[in-house]
Structures are given as structure tokens and as C-alpha cells.
């Protein structure tokens, strides 16, 4: 894990801010344009969830900044850990990941908001902002989109809902799993669950999905993983 230690302003300290991202290179970019900000400073960065939780603790920063994907972890479970364990520190999911499908996880998981890494660097800072004044950060395509499924307005669920957005968080992360072409017991060990548990919920994605084998189900998949890159 690699560490900086946030520097002090004049007469007032810097919001230290938590950067948590598989990805090292991008996750020095994020933490340049944040340390560009004299009111904003990275105090640490984190790789893996259990980085993360060490950093929690030896830092103590007001703000996380967390992808919705990490190496080995599923970004949204940290997320639940953080919010359970740290309630008072607010986290921003950024994410390269569709919002249509993981912001809505995100905020239930505990995020005040949620950002693309496509949008402009600045949209991100935005972000970062409203969000420590104690304010819900989305797009507002996706608040528009929410608001619609409270309200119950607009057009049907099925115009605007993929069969993947019903899927649960945990059966979402064994979809994109199947999706990388992992195997079964490669899911297992990654989750760190049992062989016969990832057949279980493969059985459950054929249902959600209405997928009649499993071939279907891998070739749908792959086609879902395909197309997210292509986003």
C-alpha cells in the first residue's frame, strides 16, 4: 500500500481523503488532481479491501473514495464494511462500471455518490465536495432515473431495466466473474466460498435471467462483460 501523508495549509489542515483502487496508476492520477486542491490532500491509498480497512485505521480520513471493482474484492462489500465500521465517514464510489447497474447498489451499500471515471476530472471534485458537506452525488441522469423508480412514473420497468439490475450484489459479482471466464471453482476460491454454493446461484442467474443451461448463461455473460467494456 502506498502512503502520503496529507500536508498542512496554512492556519488550517487539509480534508484528508482515502483513495481506494486496484489500479496504481490510475489511482495516482485521481490523487494528483485531488492534492492539486490546497484544501484537499490524499493521506493514503488502498489496493485491496483489507489495505483499505488498515488504512481506515491508521488514517482516520474524512472522505473514501472507492471502485466499485478491486482485485480478489467486490468494491460494494467493502463498502458495507466501511459504512458499518466507520458510519460517520462518508464514501464516493468511482467507477468505471455503468451507473444504471451499480450506483443504486453503491448508495444502498452505504455511498454518497457516485461517479464514472468517464466524466471530467472536475466532475469528480464536484463529487468530492458536495459529498463531504453532507450531500448525495449522482449524475443527473441517474438522479432522474431513481426519482422516476420512487415517484413510479415514466415508462415501464422493462423499458428502462435490464434483467442484470435485479440481480443481487452477490449474484451480480458471480455474473461478472462468469463473465472474465472464470470457472466455477475459481469463483468459489475467489469468494471464498464453496464449489456447490457458486452452483447455486448460477442456478438462480438461469432463473433471473431465463437462461435454460448453462452454456446460455456463460454466452450471455461473456456478451454482458463485452459490451460493459465497449461502454
Known sequence: ???????ISKGKPAIAVL????????????????????????????????????????????????????????????????????ATTPLLAYSMHDETIYAERALRAGAKGYVMKQTPPETLLTAVRQVLKGKIFLSDQMSDRLLGKLIGAGTTSAAVTSPVERLSDRELEVFEMLGKGLSTAQIAD???????????????????????????????????????TRQ
Open 190 to 228: 475467489k469468494l471464498c466460498l464453496s464449489v456447490k454454493t457458486i452452483e447455486t446461484y448460477r442456478e438462480h442467474l438461469k432463473q433471473k435471467l431465463s437462461l435454460g443451461s448453462g452454456p446460455e448463461l456463460l454466452r450471455y455473460a461473456i456478451e454482458w462483460s463485452l459490451e460493459k
Open 19 to 86: 483513495l481506494v483502487d486496484d489500479h496504481p496508476i490510475l489511482r495516482r492520477g485521481i490523487a494528483d488532481l485531488i492534492n492539486s486542491e490546497p484544501d484537499l490532500k490524499v493521506c493514503g491509498e488502498a489496493g485491496t479491501m483489507q489495505e483499505a480497512l488498515a488504512a481506515m485505521t491508521q488514517f482516520k480520513p474524512r472522505l473514501v473514495v472507492v471502485d466499485v471493482s478491486l482485485d480478489g474484492n467486490n468494491g460494494i462489500e467493502l463498502m458495507k464494511t466501511l459504512s458499518t465500521r466507520w
Open 1 to 7: 500500500m502506498a502512503n502520503a501523508v496529507p500536508t
